[in-house]
């Protein structure tokens, strides 16, 4: 393989419930859930049960023609946010690719997005990630973004008051950035400005929507109504699946040929998704995930070395002094998760963590940073 990802210490072969098995047989409690992807942990019964039943039926077809599983599951994720429309395609930077696409439809030229955010690595999609290392080394990449301060509404407003501004797109909580929350009404009033400039407004709820955050998409915390939301990760319940939901008018943009993909919309994926939301609504997910972050959150801030702490939901970051030192040590200890920047740990564990599982992360956690500073 190209290097692009360095080479990986450890050879994962299997997993099950909250665990992965290495090729040497060691266990690993997984608080990283594939970086916020496996929501109900491994090989969870009511996903293999979905998917070998679609496999088996019809896997792929091609959007030549119409398939009732992606119908479904369009109906279902625009009963969950917004209304509207779906485009189904494979990862969260294709999803912000149909998103910059839609936004072009309007006439206008100009993106704004903010600094620290992530949506991605595909040409498109990196154009509106607000971070410079991962950017300047491919440039020149689509013209006419402006990024601005993520919280900052005066910045905003000066960037939006600049004119031809066709879409205004933000993490409602920025993952990759550290699981960074905006002050209170950061979005409502985006809501506000965007709806005066005549700009369009997309939620990028890839990596925080749902239901990580106790809520199905972490936009929905400020009840406002975005007119593009655009969903991934966790959507395809381990299966390659992403999405892009647009309310009218960002929904009539698209018209046949403006946008494709070959996978977008495959049964098999979307049989996984079906199956990874009915588990989440029929054993109450959203509810103990809002609950177990706080079990979490109040165990963690009881640990010395611990400098700061953000989160909301099974989505946590953990500010230390060595972030990959200590990913390395809990690593050794049997315990998986990921340094989201030199000095923090993001934490985004399958939503099936038991309270157990968490007070045995704690105590991981304390030993690990205990090792790294002595
Ligand atoms: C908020 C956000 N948007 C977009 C992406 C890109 O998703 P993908 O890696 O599936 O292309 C990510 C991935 O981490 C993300 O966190």
Redesign the pocket.
Known sequence: MLDNYGTPTIELVRGEGMYLFDSNGERYLDFLGG??TSLLGHAHPEIVSAVTKQISTLSHISNLYANPTALQLAEKLTEMTVGGRVFFC???????EAAIKISRLTGKSRIIATDG??????MG?LSL?GQPNKRTPFEPLVPGVTHVPFGDLVAMEEALALGDVAMVIV?AV???AGVILPPPGYLLALRELTTRYGALLAC?????GMGRTGKWFSYQHEGITPDIV?V??GLGGGL?L?ATIAVTPAAQLFTPGSHGTTFGGNPTSCAAALATIAVIESTELLESNARLGGVLKDGLSAIEGVRALRGIGLWIGIDVEDAPAVVRELQSLGVLVNAAGPHTIRLAPPYIVTESQISEFISFLGQAIRKVAS
């Open positions: 970086i916020a494979n990862s969260g930077a294709e999803a912000n955010a992530f949506h991605g690595r595909t999609a990630t993490e920025q993952g990759e990028d709820e890839v990596q925080g655009t991934a990760k390659p992403g």
